[in-house]
Each structure stands twice: as structure tokens, then as C-alpha cells.
């Protein structure tokens, strides 16, 4: 079972909220991610960290932003929150493993509904 | 155009059966290929890791396999158990960066009767 930790779990919220979703580990990981995850869909990255201080956009573009001022701590940030925001949002660190290939650690992820 | 496909998209097997899960990529330039497990409201839990050298690899009672050449993954499960009941995803990694992009599959939806 992987240290990595997420809350809440679940958020229902009505639209123009602000919410800020938690994610921390406790593996000492430079990297961390946000993905988000729609039924039988994939997982996409929207958001990156190499390390403190260090914050880079995903592949899929996202009103969110993220902040890393802790190497523990990866919060991510809805500033309005709308409909088009539901979805499951996970939170993944890594580390580098034998072979060169990171090995990813996921949080259990929130499930966000925007009324 | 997703560059990692799964399939079969759904899969009812009966407990103690075996099976095989299949994914097609088409990622360059390639790095890795990961297995993930996802229980229903949970994170993506890492089966096996394979590198461009690797062609199989042993997790318990999964399996996967890779051919490079192909640009083709399966993965193995015997015995089947009702906990394998899961979503199965395919992730491959390329070598086009520094973190090492993702490009993950839709998954398989495993379900495992008694």
C-alpha cells in the first residue's frame, strides 16, 4: 500500500465554488502528478511537479492550478468550480526504479460533482 | 487518437478461469510498458514494469508479456480470484522527454463470477 493520501474523497460543491483538492506523500517522491480520470475513460495528465517550487501543465488543458511548496504536499486548485469539472481526480508520485523506469504510486483519488 | 488500445473493453470470467488481456500500441519512441490494476473507486495499483529488453514478466499469478517489434502486450491471469474483479490498464512510457511521457489505454473491466 503506497503513502500516498488524498482529500476529500468525495465533493459534491454548487457551480462558482472555490475548492482546493488535497494530495500527500509520504515517500520523500520529487515527482508528483494530477490526472483526470472520466468513466471507462483514460487517465490524463493535467498537472506536474519535478520537485519543489516546480510546476508544469499536463497534456490536457485544465482551469485548475497546482502549487508545490512542500516536497510532501501537492494541493491542486479550482478557483470557480463548473459542471464540465466533474470527474475523478487522482494524485500520483514517483521514483526511479531499476531499469530507469519510474514506478508511479496513486493516491485513491477524489470524486468531484459540480451541480 | 489514443496510441494505446485495449481490449476486449469488458471481460465475465468465472472464478478459478484463466485469461489474457491484450493491448496494442503504437507509442515511439519507446521506453516502457506498465500494467496497472484499478479497483472500483480506487487508484491504479502497479503490476509489472517492462523495458524495451524485456519480453516477460512475472507478478504473482499475472504474467504479461511484451513484443517490442509487434508493439504488443498481454497480460496473463490464471486461476482467477474474485478480488481480480478490477479495471486493467495498459500504460506505456516513451523516451521523447524527460518525465517520460504516459499514454495510457481505456483499460479492460475485469469482472470475476463465482
Known amino acids: 500500500e503506497a503513502d500516498i493520501y488524498q482529500t476529500p474523497r468525495y465533493l459534491v460543491i454548487g457551480t462558482g465554488k472555490k475548492i482546493t483538492l488535497e494530495c500527500s506523500q509520504t515517500m520523500g517522491h520529487d515527482k508528483m502528478y494530477w490526472y483526470q480520470q472520466d468513466p471507462g475513460m483514460e487517465l490524463h495528465l493535467i498537472h506536474y511537479s519535478y520537485g519543489v517550487n516546480s510546476t508544469e501543465k499536463g497534456d490536457l488543458s485544465s482551469e485548475s492550478t497546482v502549487s508545490r511548496i512542500r516536497t510532501e504536499h501537492f494541493p491542486l486548485t479550482l478557483e470557480s468550480a463548473r459542471p464540465s469539472h466533474t470527474s475523478q481526480y487522482l494524485c500520483?508520485?514517483?521514483?526511479?526504479?531499476?531499469?530507469?523506469?519510474?514506478?508511479?504510486?496513486f493516491g485513491p483519488g477524489t470524486r468531484l460533482t459540480v451541480l | 487518437k489514443n496510441q494505446v488500445e485495449q481490449s476486449p473493453q469488458s471481460l465475465i470470467i468465472l472464478e478459478g478461469k484463466n485469461c489474457t488481456l491484450q493491448?496494442?500500441?503504437?507509442?515511439?519512441?519507446?521506453?516502457?510498458l506498465r500494467w496497472y490494476k484499478q479497483d472500483t473507486g480506487r487508484g491504479p495499483v502497479s503490476l509489472t514494469i517492462?523495458?524495451?529488453?524485456?519480453n516477460t514478466k512475472s507478478n504473482g499469478r499475472y504474467t504479461a508479456t511484451l513484443d517490442a517489434d509487434t508493439k504488443q502486450s498481454s497480460l496473463h491471469i490464471t486461476a482467477s480470484q474474485l478480488s481480480d474483479s478490477a479495471s486493467y490498464i495498459c500504460?506505456?512510457?516513451?523516451?521523447?522527454?524527460?518525465?517520460?511521457?504516459?499514454?495510457f489505454g481505456r483499460g479492460t473491466q475485469l469482472t470475476v463470477w463465482p
Open positions: 493491448c496494442n500500441y503504437t507509442v515511439s519512441p519507446f521506453s516502457n
Open positions: 500504460v506505456v512510457a516513451d523516451r521523447g522527454s524527460t518525465l517520460g511521457r504516459l499514454y
Open positions: 517492462m523495458t524495451f529488453s524485456e
Open positions: 500520483a508520485s514517483s521514483i526511479r526504479g531499476s531499469g530507469g523506469a519510474d514506478t508511479q504510486y
